[in-house]
């Protein structure tokens, strides 16, 4: 089973600031396929990013993804007061699916 | 828009099963190639979990850490799919969402819809 670390645990910013998000895969991901999520309390996440870099239907171009290998990046270019949420990242092998911990990203 | 509804008891003593149903309405039927349907839930400590998908056809897939316990089925003509989770433990407490997971060109899945999710919680 690949295991994903998302680093940092929690990160602080203000609003209009850049965001970079980081998940690390303890093996290499299965055509550089990498996933992200967002999820508000209280709510399902929400797909962010497919394909490493192909945004989801409704995703704001100030989202993007990056990466490949083991290693991925999630980027909020200016940080909007709606973007403070808990990210996931998600992996595909061997038909099964493993997420990352996440990543809290709180206001400063 | 599509939508999916989780349905099925909040409570749940250890040794039991716990069956949970996804109904799935609006635009989009069950039944179309590329769209798997599945489970994944999660714990304040272990984060998000998958537990298994299932293609309209049958053809299941399961997280092998639950698949001793775990069976997914499809209902096409009501639009629905289950989840039967056997000898449930404290350890099994979580929101258990099902979710429909869209699969690339290459056949990689990632999860395009989710149901709000369902608490269960496992106690006597």
């Known amino acids: 089973e690949i295991v994903l670390t998302q680093s940092p645990g929690t990160l602080s910013l203000s609003p209009g600031e850049r965001a970079t998000l980081s998940c690390r895969a303890s093996?290499?991901?299965?055509?550089?396929?990498l996933a992200w999520y967002q999820q508000k309390p209280g709510q399902a996440p929400r797909l962010l990013i497919y394909?490493?870099?192909s945004r989801a239907t409704g995703i704001p171009d100030r989202f993007s993804g990056s990466g490949s290998g083991t290693d991925f990046t999630l980027t909020i270019s200016r940080l909007e007061p709606e973007d403070f949420a808990v990210y996931y990242c998600?992996?595909?092998?061997?038909?099964?699916?493993?997420f990352g911990q996440g990543t809290r990203l709180e206001i400063k | 828009q599509l939508q999916l509804q989780e349905s099925g008891p909040g409570l749940v003593k250890p040794s039991e099963t716990v069956s949970l149903t996804c109904t799935v309405s609006?635009?989009?039927?069950?039944?179309?190639?590329?769209?798997?349907w599945g489970w994944i839930r999660q714990t304040p400590g272990k984060g998000l979990e998958w537990i298994g998908n299932i293609y309209y056809s049958g053809s299941t897939y399961y997280n092998p850490s639950l698949k001793s316990r775990v069976t997914i089925s499809v209902d096409t003509s009501k639009n629905q799919f289950s989840l039967r989770l056997s000898s449930v433990t404290a350890a099994d407490t979580a929101v258990y969402y099902c979710?429909?997971?869209?699969?690339?060109?290459?056949?990689?899945?990632?999860?395009?819809?989710w149901g709000q999710g369902t608490l269960v919680t496992v106690s006597s």
């Open positions: 979710a429909r997971h869209i699969s690339d060109s290459s056949g990689h899945w990632s999860v395009d819809y």
């Open positions: 093996q290499r991901v299965s055509s550089s396929f």
């Open positions: 998600q992996q595909y092998g061997s038909s099964q699916i493993t």
């Open positions: 394909g490493t870099s």
């Open positions: 609006g635009s989009g039927s069950i039944s179309i190639s590329n769209y798997y």
